[in-house]
């Protein structure tokens, strides 16, 4: 995410990195070093709470545009940038008066059917993911993207054919496979009536000791997919937030 930052920053465009592991305050520890190898340790939907209140803090910061505040994550926090989309989750937890002005989610899990979530915000989507992802599979993002788009949203979806998992992060120049590393890539999830997420195929409450989940994927690097994704981000952000 420094990489990350550092390019944007080089453009104009300030950035605050969310930290939802560690909480250091008291009252919200968390205490979390990593979440690779027990998924259970933080509910998915509490990272969607953390960007909107990290939108309600730079909404009100002085040197900051709040009619141009994007939301970008990663993996998990790829999850959760495309479904603080939401807007049934905008009303139930995000701030009034403001909203993202475009969302960002790099190789996010799509696995999950939310109850109305084809009712997101009328604000740009641009998902980016690599085609040979084994960590997090491309498929029910194409599926999910195209029920967007049926509905007229502003949603494109970005595929790196041969890129992995992480294909972003220049440090994995070697592929590294995560043996003890849990992945819901066999599982197809949905919200029931009662807000419960469950097994599509089981129809019964999901954990992570469920059947689907399975150890095992890979993280590399691929250096073409990075120059790409940094060149479209960079000039999509710089025409949406008008950069001069």
């Keep these: ?48 709470v953390d960007a909107y209140r990290a939108l309600d803090v730079l909404s009100r910061h002085p040197r900051i545009d709040p009619a141009r505040i994007a939301v970008m994550g990663f993996s998990r926090g790829g999850q959760a940038t495309l479904y603080a989309s939401l807007k049934r989750f905008q009303r139930m937890h995000g701030p009034r008066g403001v909203q993202f002005a475009a969302y960002l989610p790099f190789y996010a899990n799509c696995g999950t059917t939310f109850v109305d979530d084809e009712n997101v915000a009328d604000r740009p989507i641009r998902l980016f993911h690599g085609a040979a992802d084994n960590y997090v599979p491309v498929a029910p993002c194409r599926s999910y993207v195209a029920r ?67 150890r095992g994927p890979t993280i590399a690097y691929h250096t073409q997919a990075h120059a790409e994704a940094q060149k479209a981000v960079k000039a999509f952000l710089t025409a949406t937030f008008k950069v001069q």
């Design 1 to 48: 995410m420094d990489v990350w930052s550092q390019e944007l920053n080089r453009i104009g465009i300030a950035t605050l990195i969310l930290d939802s592991f560690t909480a250091r305050k008291s009252f919200t520890a968390r205490k979390i070093v990593s979440t690779v190898n027990d998924q259970a340790q933080l509910g998915r939907l509490a990272m969607i």
């Design 148 to 214: 967007l788009r049926a509905a007229g949203k502003d949603v494109q979806l970005t595929e790196y054919a041969g890129a992995q998992h992480v294909f972003d992060n220049p440090f994995l120049a070697t592929p590294v496979v995560l043996k003890q590393a849990q992945t819901t890539r066999g599982c197809l999830l949905e919200e029931s009536p009662v807000g419960q997420i469950i097994n599509s195929g089981t129809k019964q409450p999901f954990g992570y000791d469920d059947p689907c989940v399975e």
